[in-house]
């Protein structure tokens, strides 16, 4: 694969249930910067056989061939921008796929406690399975970034997000060598043309908001089925949190 051209891409690897597409609101709400929405879907919807939500549309609309996707990912940034952001489901990257174009990118983490994923992805996945969630393969992926990086690439946790966004991305962007841009709180309410056609599924609440969320401590009451899907992703979260960028 060739090098990557000019600009920042930031790849951004987060699981499902998380503030992800709040996150990719607030970067595309920069005038410097381009954004994508899981373009590994369609590959993963038909390497699993996962029966999700406007499956066959993702399928028939986005580029399945997942060298292809990886190829346009490192190649030139939409709109001739000089950031190009990219919003990840970790639980797209199938064993069997090359991670050789993650050394073109520069890849960031977002983690939430699994008690809260958990709870969330089963309202509308009620026998979902641990590898469903994507921590196992966050922990794969981080531990790649650092055994290539020889250090940490940058964790932000989505409680920490919603305390605190204004610091919490300042930091994150000044580990990527950018300023941070106030225009990454607040962000016009309504749908996006880059969002992806499995929008009117899942992007409700965002579609609603101008901005993060207040944070908010919420219990979260689980079945015996739902703690064991926590005990099976919990230790990959541990790996990962002691490594959050600090909101201050």
Known sequence: MSPARAGLRVAMWSGPRNISTAMMRAWENREDTAVIDEPFYAHYLLATGVQHPGRDEVIATQDNDAADVAAMLTGPIPGDRSIWYQKHMTQHMLPEMPLDWLDQVSNCFLIREPAAVVASFTIQRPDAAAWELGFAQQARLFDHVCDRLGAAPPVIDASDVLKNPAAVLGNLCTRLGIAFSPRMLRWPRGPRASDGVWAPHWYAAVERSTGFAPWREH??????????????????????SPHRLAAS
């Open 219 to 240: 219990v979260v009451k689980l079945s015996a089925f739902q703690r064991g899907l926590v005990e099976q992703c919990q230790a990959h979260y541990d790996k990962l």
